[in-house]
């Protein structure tokens, strides 16, 4: 029953654990832009980010050794290192994203502008980071964030054509008036959302820290096969609810207020209150999730001690991180650059910074002397190389597609 | 561990170290080899510490790993933080220790942090999670 409870707990995670700001932002923005023509992708992503979660998850449990740790060993310390730089800088942009929507969803609630928030989130943040459990931490911000299902509740009250709906999103084709560069400049936007790295980096610290067995192992694949396309089906449902409400208008969203306009459309004030706790709830638990990966990945690349299992004075070196990083996030939101487009370049650089961490975590998943009997099967290996290629392509494509559409103008 | 073969660079550059208690106490950024009576290079210590990294790094990148270990030391020592091979309990996927971190006299920043900033913090002896 215990276990039930368990396996439970952490599926509602899972499904409020899968979207925060980048993904808030990425499905309202294509929605309202492009209807249901980019809902593929969100598929596309999700399959991706289960595939590449499961593996990270595996190698963690089965050689206790997390993500950055078996980074250097298996690329060397120079290109691990550089590797590092443009993980860390990725992760930080995340951070510095996810702290400006915590505040812009107090703004909404509050009408007290957020950069008067900042400050204020940043310091309650280092508080749960600083006291908090791990599993306490993990629950209670994955379980508010199931407040996001309103999207769900709210794309079934607005009654669209449901049948036109779905043949656009299985019919893709670019929408009038809107190029090719752009449509596939948002498609990696939703796929840098969807894969965030910042994920696998704490879902992987979180296995060695927790010291899971290959009993463990069962539970968290059950949450990643189901919360994670549970946390899609909400995705689908915040780009619905946009293509619903805005594309008809052609109004484009670029506040975060607009991305909960639907709900309060469709479900009054008492749907907005729920979407707003859910808003906060999902970008605060990315906002944790993001300071401690800072700290994972510098300590794990050096060797020093991390993470919460320890007393904070043991491993000083990390908190110093963690605590540095929040600083200069915190800065970073309070120079009145705007979030939304923090969040836009952190999503797609994400998207372009992930073979970084899939091709290393691929090749030790594969590898006898690491995993024993727990190498990865054919069909894993199947899967897990399309995804290398698309990857590959994604990463590839990224820059040189954000020159070409000005970042999506 | 006398006498045994490894592959210097594929068995021991950049594992982790783990104490005789399994606590983290950094990477092998480089070794350190004598020369033995037969004329043979062995290795006698473990080298960490971004001193020693920076310069198998190379480059520019190198040296400014070097000036940022440089800045850090807070005992201004120029020796690089070194472990002999005598306290070398176990080479595996990680290197293991027979002695506990703090006799390893690697951890001057750790310890530097940890008094002047982390013990300032409420809290920062609470239990472990």
């Not at chain 1, 629950?139 to 309103?150: D, E, M, Q, S, T």
């Not at chain 1, 463990?216 to 409400?245: H, Q």
């Not at chain 2, 006299?105 to 940890?114: C, I, M």
């Amino acid at each position: 029953m215990k276990r039930l409870l368990g396996v439970t707990l952490g599926i509602l995670t899972a499904i409020g654990g899968f979207v925060d700001i980048g993904d808030l932002v990425a499905n309202s923005l294509t929605g309202a832009r492009f209807g249901m023509s980019l809902a593929w992708v969100v598929i596309v992503g999700v399959i991706g980010i289960i595939v590449f979660a499961e593996m990270a998850g595996r190698v963690a449990t089965v050689s206790q050794r997390p993500v950055f740790d078996l980074v250097r060993e298996r690329l060397g310390a120079r290109t691990a290192l550089v590797n590092l730089g443009a993980s860390f800088f990725v992760n930080f942009l995340t951070l510095a994203a996810e702290l400006g929507g915590v505040a812009l969803a107090l703004q909404l609630a509050t009408s007290v502008n957020y950069l008067l928030w900042v400050p204020i989130v940043a310091f309650l943040l280092w508080v749960v980071i600083w006291h908090w459990k791990f599993e306490t931490m993990e629950r209670v911000y994955g379980l508010l964030g199931l407040a996001l299902l309103g999207f769900i509740v709210a794309l079934w009250k607005l009654g669209p054509d449901w049948s036109t709906l779905f043949s656009n999103a299985t019919h893709p084709s670019v929408p009038h008036g809107e190029g090719h560069p752009t449509w596939f400049y948002y498609a990696i936007a939703l796929f840098g959302a969807a894969m965030t790295p910042y994920e696998v980096f704490f879902f992987s610290s979180g296995a060695v820290e927790e010291k899971w067995t290959t009993k463990d192992l069962m539970t968290s694949r059950l949450n990643v096969y189901i919360g994670f396309p549970l946390g899609a089906v909400l995705s689908l449902s915040i780009m619905a609810c946009s293509a619903v409400v805005f594309q008809p208008h052609g109004i484009q969203v670029d506040h975060l207020g607009q991305v909960g306009l639907p709900v309060s459309i469709a479900l009054g004030k008492l749907g907005l209150a729920a979407i707003l706790l859910g808003f906060f709830a999902a970008t605060f638990g990315a906002a944790i999730e993001t300071s401690m990966s800072a700290g994972y990945t510098i300590a794990q690349y050096f060797g020093w001690a991390w993470g919460k299992l320890v007393r904070p004075a043991q491993a000083a070196r990390y908190h110093t991180v963690v605590l540095l990083t929040l600083f200069a996030a915190t800065g970073l939101a309070l120079s009145t650059i705007d979030p939304v487009k923090v969040t836009e370049y952190s999503i797609v650089l994400s998207a372009a910074a992930l073979p970084l961490t899939y091709f290393p975590i691929l090749v030790v998943a594969n590898d006898r002397q690491f995993m024993g009997s727990h190498v990865n099967s054919k069909f894993t290996n199947g899967i897990a190389l399309i995804y290398l290629l698309i990857i590959l392509v994604v990463s590839v494509a990224t820059i040189p597609l954000m020159l070409a559409t000005k970042a999506g103008m | 561990m006398a006498g045994r073969m490894l592959d210097a660079g594929l068995d021991l550059l950049d594992r982790q170290i783990l104490d005789s208690n399994d606590t983290p106490v950094g990477k092998v950024d480089d070794l350190e080899f004598t020369l033995d009576d037969y004329g043979r290079a062995v290795v006698t210590s473990l080298l960490l510490g971004p001193l020693v990294l920076g310069p198998r790094l190379g480059g520019h990148l190198g040296a400014w790993v070097v000036g940022i270990g440089r800045r850090l030391r807070p005992d201004g020592d120029p020796e690089p933080a070194r472990i002999s091979i005598d306290d070398v309990r176990e080479f595996g996927s990680t290197v293991k220790l027979r002695i506990p971190v703090e006799d390893t006299g690697t951890q001057a920043l750790e310890t530097w942090l940890r008094t002047k900033i982390v013990l300032r913090l409420p809290g920062a002896t609470h239990e472990a999670q």
